[in-house]
Nanobody, 112 residues
Framework: QVQLVESGGGLVQAGGSLRLSCAVS?????????MHWYRQAPEKQREWVAT???????SYADSVKGRFTISRDNAKNTAYLQMNSLRSEDTGAYFC?????WGQGTQVTVSS
């Protein structure tokens, strides 16, 4: 049974950076095709942020393209989301998703 645990969220000033981690247990990350990051701002629907393929190719929502980088370390069974040049509109709970499994989320708050 796959389980995901996010970490790395916090409070940061606009223009700052954070790196989120998604630790995978229950199945080797190398056997999974894609990993996704989503986010949900208060009173808004959850939205897709980024995806990384098994080969390491990333794709991004237009709102984060050029600022966020998704990566994976199969040896550590962990995926990452590096977030730079953060804006107040990036505030929200960030979730990783693999197959049909969601993590519990980690909160990111960007102060302006």
């Amino acid at each position: 049974q796959v389980q995901l645990v996010e970490s790395g969220g916090g409070l940061v000033q606009a223009g700052g950076s954070l790196r989120l981690s998604c630790a995978v247990s229950g199945r080797p990350l190398s056997t999974l095709y894609t990993m996704h990051w989503y986010r949900q701002a208060p009173e808004k629907q959850r939205e897709w942020v980024a995806t990384i393929s098994s080969g390491g190719t990333g794709s991004y929502a237009d709102s984060v393209k050029g600022r966020f980088t998704i990566s994976r370390d199969n040896a550590k069974n962990t995926a990452y989301l590096q977030m730079n040049s953060l804006r107040s509109e990036d505030t929200g709970a960030y979730f990783c998703k693999m197959l049909s499994v969601w993590g519990q989320g980690t909160q990111v708050t960007v102060s302006s």
